[in-house]
């Protein structure tokens, strides 16, 4: 076994790596681009290459939701600054997630693989630290994936149960009506991944065209129908309604903003699923980052004109302000239904992509020996050409993950905050490492999309954004903080890191040897 970086010996022409397996000599010029990609970095194609550039944009843009997760995401931002942090913030969260996508593109470019980030990792750091940050990478990209995936089912669960207070005032609210909600959600995004995978890819395409008649559908009457607020509320009235400082509360309420830019290197982890991957790949997170920053920007200024009567917005018994919003703007709980619903069944399609790129990160991981039963999680399914196990681990870590709702008011913060944590914090990891790798002017095996000159700063930026938003990702949206309202991200993000290298310690190192070769080439006598 060994890293794939040894696969880059003998040149185009002929390929040789090293494994446990036999060598083989390759004619590299009867190859076609994705061929050369795998046999680079050591990989047998398991999987069907299924996903074009449309479907694949359709399937990184509904995974962002951007203007979607506008409504039930504004509240945190609201509450530490209104409107100055979240038009300013938006601006602010667009510029830096732009670098960090543009980073991330140009190492998916190089090496087009479902491990994504920890298999950069592995080729990128020096050869003393390559095996260490290579499995801490994909340990924290697992922890961010998965709790992205319960992210989207949390909401689709809990917004229908708000749906039901709205029309049916008697209903008795319980938070553990949510979680049951929720769970439904997930099985109807196990199905779609599992038993109906083959028409996934399809599926993705009409999606992407229902985002963007939804955004119509919604944005249209809270224009028309909604009570206008003056711009100078909008643009100018700072209003820090969750006890900390003024500044303080500006960087707390960034969340609102970064977390709708999070999920588009979902794309990466379906590299091997994806035709012409290391050009296709690239494309669809930079044109899912423009066209869901562009949805998602004129939403928020939509958002905060429309917003109406603010204290009745936040005491709103569904539990979502943007409900009571789209009810204040029509007068019509049936219209305020009908346009909630089109939220819930977007994000309810945003599940079957975050399911899909969570438990491919988990397979890649577990096929590499980076987990606990890695042998059992790596299989994948012959029949339907999918990884079964990894699926069903998935579903149960979001089973898990659903029950802080019941016993916290603020559930969804702390899984929005763990999803940034995890993918920040692996991305940190990998931007970092193609720093180190310019800086020291070591060569890099750049593929068809890359940053030329202006690399080494835009990784910078990356960087920089990205740490700040990781640490204010922590923070609780409001103080003072109570064992209910707190934000239990820190906790369950520093338990499972902590698990993690107690599992490095006592078997991982001697079971990760970093992404491993399956395959061995030869140049022929």
Excluded at 353 to 361: D, F, I, N, T
Aim: hydrophobic fraction near 50%; charge should be neutral; include cysteine.
């Amino acid at each position: 076994m060994a890293f794939a970086e040894d696969a880059f010996e003998n040149g185009p022409e002929f390929f040789k790596g090293a494994s446990n397996g036999h060598e083989e000599v390759v004619d590299w010029s009867t190859l076609s681009p994705d061929e050369k990609d795998m046999l680079r970095m050591g990989k047998v194609q398991q999987t069907r290459r299924n996903f074009g550039l449309l479907p694949l944009l359709g399937f990184t843009t509904i995974m962002l939701n951007s203007w979607e997760s506008v409504f039930p995401f504004f509240l945190t931002g609201f509450l530490n600054g209104g409107g100055p942090t979240l038009i300013y913030g938006y601006i602010f969260c667009f510029l830096g997630s732009l670098a960090m996508c543009a980073s991330i593109s140009e190492m998916a470019s190089m090496y087009p693989t479902s491990g994504g980030q920890y298999h950069w990792a592995a080729l990128l750091a020096p050869p003393k630290w390559s095996k260490f940050l290579s499995w801490l990478t994909g340990w924290v990209s697992v922890i961010g994936w998965q709790a992205g995936c319960a992210s989207g089912t949390f909401l689709g669960g809990t917004i229908i149960q708000g749906l039901l207070v709205l029309n049916n005032p008697s209903y008795n609210y319980q938070r553990w009506h949510g979680t049951l909600i929720l769970y439904a959600v997930l099985l109807v995004s196990v199905f779609v991944n599992t038993v109906a995978v083959r028409v996934l890819p399809a599926l993705e395409g009409i999606i992407l065209i229902l985002h963007v008649l939804g955004f119509l559908a919604i944005l249209i009457p809270l224009v028309h129908l909604a009570p206008q607020s003056p711009a100078e509320f909008v643009f100018a009235t700072w209003a820090n309604g969750s006890g900390y400082s003024d500044g303080l509360s500006w960087f707390v309420g960034l969340l609102t903003s970064s977390v709708l830019f999070i999920g588009f290197d979902g794309a990466c982890h379906m590299a091997e699923e994806v035709k012409n991957a290391s050009i296709n790949v690239p494309r669809s997170m930079f044109f899912t980052i423009f066209l869901n920053g562009a949805l998602g920007f004129a939403m928020m200024i939509v958002i905060m004109f429309s917003i109406g009567n603010v204290d009745e917005a936040l005491a709103t018994p569904t539990g979502y302000p943007f409900i009571e919003i789209f009810r204040n703007a029509t007068q019509s709980k049936a219209s305020a239904t009908a346009m909630t619903s089109i939220l819930i069944a977007l994000i309810i399609f945003a599940t079957f992509g975050y399911l899909a790129s969570a438990s491919r990160q988990l397979w890649a991981f577990a096929r590499d020996q980076g987990l606990p039963f890695s042998n059992v999680i790596a299989q994948v399914d012959r029949r339907w050409a999918i990884p079964l196990w990894s699926i069903a681990l998935t579903t149960l870590i979001n089973f898990l993950l659903a029950l802080i709702n019941i016993g916290s008011t603020v559930a969804f913060n702390a899984i929005v905050s763990l999803v940034a944590a995890g993918l920040f914090s692996s991305y940190i990891i990998t931007i970092s490492l193609m720093i180190r790798k310019r800086l020291v002017g070591e060569e890099i095996p750049f593929g068809p999309w890359n940053l030329g000159k202006y690399g080494l700063a835009v990784n910078v930026y990356a960087v920089l954004y990205t740490v700040i938003v990781t640490l204010f990702s922590f923070f609780p949206p409001a103080t003072p903080v109570t064992a209910v309202t707190m934000n239990y991200s820190c906790v369950v993000y520093g338990g499972t890191v902590l698990f993690g290298l107690v599992f490095w310690v006592v078997r991982g190192r001697s079971q990760w040897q970093g992404p491993l070769m399956d395959r061995r080439f030869a140049e022929p006598a």
